[in-house]
């Protein structure tokens, strides 16, 4: 039972400096999300998507770019990272409207 | 805006004690609540979803109540255990793109 899997779980970037975090699910959800977890806050979704070739933006989506060519891969490309974007990042996937599921995280930390 | 609010922030109980965990939301236009539980360096997991038809779940030694009108949500956790410790989190949806989380209750169940 894989569920999510993101790559990688750990990373240091350096300002200005561009990575992809990988997500993965094998359940064949329709829906899969982005969102970040900053200490003492709640999850903030980052960006959505409903379908292959459908993705649209959540609360917090400046700085963040993403692209779903497939039903099972839904990237997470950070283009010019700032320290802003310190945070741990969970991938989740669900069918619509139903329990989602969560990847165990990638924990960025941009220096 | 949609607040979620979850108090207290960390609880400490003995073990076989029940005990009750809040969430309340200000927003009553809800589609569904669903709480997550969150162990160190985890992702989330999924524990019950309630949708906003309904006014309760349960699975096994856990029962989640919603109450749409009052903005509130409960978590019941009868005889608690060792293995309960985590954190609990809950979050309500809005729409396909509007998910709000707390921030939290901490739980230790002490043996």
């Known amino acids: 039972n894989a569920g999510v899997t993101q790559t990688p779980k750990f990373r240091i970037l350096k300002i200005g400096q561009s990575m992809t975090l990988q997500c993965a699910q094998d359940?064949?959800?329709?829906?899969m999300y982005w969102y970040r977890q900053d200490p003492g806050m709640g999850l903030k979704l980052i960006y959505y998507?409903?379908?292959?070739?459908?993705?649209d933006k959540g609360e917090v989506p400046n700085g963040y770019n993403v692209s779903r060519s497939t039903t099972e891969y839904f990237p997470l490309r950070l283009e010019l990272a700032a320290p802003s974007q310190t945070s741990v990042y969970f991938c989740?996937?669900?069918?619509?409207?139903?329990?989602?599921?969560f990847g165990d995280g990638t924990r960025l930390s941009i220096l | 805006k949609q607040e979620v609010t979850q108090i207290p922030a960390a609880l400490s109980v003995p073990e076989g004690e029940n005990l009750v965990l809040n969430c309340s939301f200000t927003?009553?236009?809800?589609?569904?609540l669903q709480w997550f539980r969150q162990d160190p360096g985890k992702g989330l997991t999924s524990l019950l979803l309630?949708?906003?038809?309904?006014r309760e779940q349960t699975s096994g030694r856990l029962n989640a109540s919603l109450d749409k009108s009052s903005g509130r949500s409960t978590l019941y956790i009868a005889a608690s255990q060792p293995g309960d410790s985590a954190t609990y989190l809950c979050?309500?949806?809005?729409?396909?793109?509007?998910?709000?989380f707390g921030t939290g209750t901490s739980l230790t169940v002490i043996p």
């Open positions: 979050a309500v949806r809005l729409d396909r793109n509007q998910f709000y």
């Open positions: 998507s409903v379908g292959a070739g459908i993705t």
């Open positions: 989740a996937s669900s069918y619509e409207f139903q329990p989602q599921h």
């Open positions: 309630i949708q906003s038809s309904q």
């Open positions: 359940m064949n959800h329709n829906y």
């Open positions: 927003d009553s236009a809800i589609y569904n």
